[in-house]
């Protein structure tokens, strides 16, 4: 039973939570890679910054085909980043600071190394073990061309054949991305069945929620028609087939695993939380995934994709806190994750380099980001300003996307490279071991520049900007849930208020302009001569009210 859902005491409401791409945090072990004690070991640093909670990307046993995405034991700890009893002490750990802990959960696929998945592969066709997944006969004379014409999310089909037992060509399975990710059969009750198992073995051990990786997938249409679009989700890199994403019978899950996090709830009065990544065509779609027995939220991704454009933001928040009234929920923003290009380097297009925009605009978004009504979710190293490394050379690159589209596509290792923490070359204490071991994924020199000890040493840096946004609005009643209004500004600013007399402003252009509110402001994201809003600059005043 849900009860008093405005009430603001649901702490997921304007919750800020900090992504940590747990391969890339903190090494422990001095293999090169990230690891859970690192990031028990990194928890100080998060507790300073001021963020309620982490989302932990997949930490399970995966051969990593992307990184994790690709499940082959959906109830432990990859050796490479730890084990269940270095788990449970890195959630008691941030239980002690009041950090929550949400969990990353893969339920659309899992990884051929799954033994649902070997098993299936070593069972006959028809075969019970074969209706977990969707394996069907291929078309054409010999089965030998695909059951049917759709294409995966990352190139090529999404259809691979196997081979029988007895070493004859045999069946097709369905993945939507890579062939090492087989598509669970949502259809077969067995999977919820397991996949109950699965939450529920994670709540016991006390987690705080789940991040639910591709939440508008789950089920395909029934008969797996053709799509009159094939290739239309490689093409825009998002899930857009009709007949592969957004089946009416997702919401059942939904409902069902609030069902279970309202349980524990019941228990011991300890919300938990259901973020879904859902990627759908319509904000109406979207808004359905947070009806209010359905997820508690779902990230609005619209506001990352915008491009540095005054009207572009204004029609994206607008629509957001439009669509989201009357679930129940609240917005999920988001600037960056491990998927995107990072907002420093992403804003800063075309300028010429070296000119600092993009780094000016991300500071700037940042404090819009934080002024906004809802929940913010924050990506490790943005807090640090760091850029995207876009000159990695090809032979270290390792997302499926660069193998899967003949190397076109260089998309998601730049904003995956280990964080630097201190000193003046890599791993610049990313490795805490062995300072000779090389990071996964090679650091530029240029990383000292966004060390933590650098940042934490200046208080101009990108830290700062963030700590002070993360504390004034857990002091200010102003900010976090709630509603905002427009403020009428002249061409190229964005100006609204919140509750009693705050106001954030924003200048998207590059020359000052007089600051749209007198007296002096509470925190900007660069500097400001008095009275004046310089460009590419974000600023929070609180007034007595005369401004509208
Ligand atoms: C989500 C994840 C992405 C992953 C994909 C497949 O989009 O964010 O990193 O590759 O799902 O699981």
């Known amino acids: 039973m849900i009860s008093q859902r405005n009430d603001a005491r649901h702490w997921w409401r304007d919750a800020v939570i900090y992504q940590v791409y747990v391969r890339s945090f903190l090494d422990s072990t001095g293999d090169g890679i990230g690891d859970l004690a690192g990031v028990r070991a990194g928890l100080p640093y998060l507790k300073k910054l001021g963020v309620d909670g982490i989302w932990l990307s997949p930490f399970y046993p995966s051969p990593q085909h992307d990184h994790g995405y690709d499940v082959a034991d959906y109830r432990d700890v990859d050796p490479v980043f730890g084990d269940l009893g270095e788990f449970d002490l890195l959630v008691a750990a941030a239980r002690r600071l009041g950090i929550r802990v949400l969990l990353d959960i893969v339920p659309n696929h899992c990884s051929s190394e799954h033994p649902s998945f070997r098993e299936a592969l070593a069972a006959p066709p028809g075969s019970a073990a074969r209706a977990r997944f969707h394996f069907a006969d291929g078309r054409g004379p010999d089965g030998s061309e695909p059951p049917n014409n759709w294409h995966a999310m990352f190139g090529g089909p999404a259809w691979s054949r196997v081979t029988e037992a007895d070493g004859s060509p045999g069946q097709w399975y369905l993945h939507m991305f890579?062939?090492?990710?087989?598509?669970?059969?949502?259809?077969n009750p067995e999977v919820p069945a397991y996949f109950d198992q699965v939450l529920r073995f994670w709540l016991d051990r006390g987690v705080d929620g789940f991040r639910i990786d591709v939440a508008a997938g789950l089920f395909k249409h029934p008969g797996l028609p053709d799509s009159p679009d094939p290739e239309a989700d490689a093409r825009t890199r998002d899930s857009v087939n009709p007949?592969?994403?957004?089946?009416?019978?997702?919401?059942?899950?939904?409902?069902?695993w609030r069902a279970v996090c309202e349980e524990y709830t019941a228990r011991d009065g300890r919300e938990r939380l259901l973020v879904g990544e859902v990627s759908v065509p319509t904000a109406r779609e979207h808004a359905r995934y947070v009806r209010p027995d359905e997820l508690h939220q779902a990230f609005f991704f619209d506001l990352l994709s915008a491009p540095w454009d005054v009207d572009a933001f204004r029609k994206v928040i607008s629509e957001a806190i439009q669509d989201i009234a009357g679930t129940g929920s609240t917005v999920t923003w988001v600037l960056n994750n491990h998927d995107q290009v990072r907002t420093v380097t992403r804003y800063g297009e075309p300028a010429p380099e070296g000119s600092g925009l993009g780094a000016a605009r991300a500071r700037a978004a940042a404090l819009l980001m934080l002024a906004l009504p809802g929940a913010a979710y924050i990506y490790q190293g943005e807090e640090l300003g760091l850029p995207e490394v876009v000159d990695l050379p090809d032979d270290v690159l390792t997302d499926p996307i660069f193998r899967r589209t003949g190397s076109r596509a260089r998309i998601r290792d730049g904003c995956r490279?280990?964080?630097?923490?201190?000193?003046?070359a890599s791993p610049f204490g990313f490795t805490q071991e062995a300072a000779d071991v090389k990071p996964w994924l090679p650091q530029p020199e240029w990383f000292a520049e966004h060390a933590t000890d650098r940042a934490l040493a200046d208080t101009r840096s990108f830290w700062h900007l963030y700590r002070d946004g993360l504390q004034l609005r857990a002091s200010l009643p102003q900010l976090g849930d709630g509603t905002l209004r427009w403020l009428d500004t002249p061409p190229g600013i964005l100006a609204f208020s919140r509750g009693d007399g705050l106001v954030c402003a924003v200048n998207f252009g590059t020359a000052p302009t007089p600051a749209p509110v007198a007296g002096e402001p509470l925190l900007t994201s660069g500097p400001c001569p008095p009275g004046v809003l310089a460009g590419s600059t974000a600023a929070w005043w609180i007034t007595d009210g005369t401004h509208d």
């Open 417 to 424: 490279v280990p964080l630097p923490w201190s000193g003046q």
């Open 178 to 187: 890579t062939p090492e990710q087989p598509d669970w059969n949502w259809r």
């Open 243 to 256: 007949l592969a994403w957004n089946q009416p019978e997702v919401h059942d899950v939904w409902r069902h």
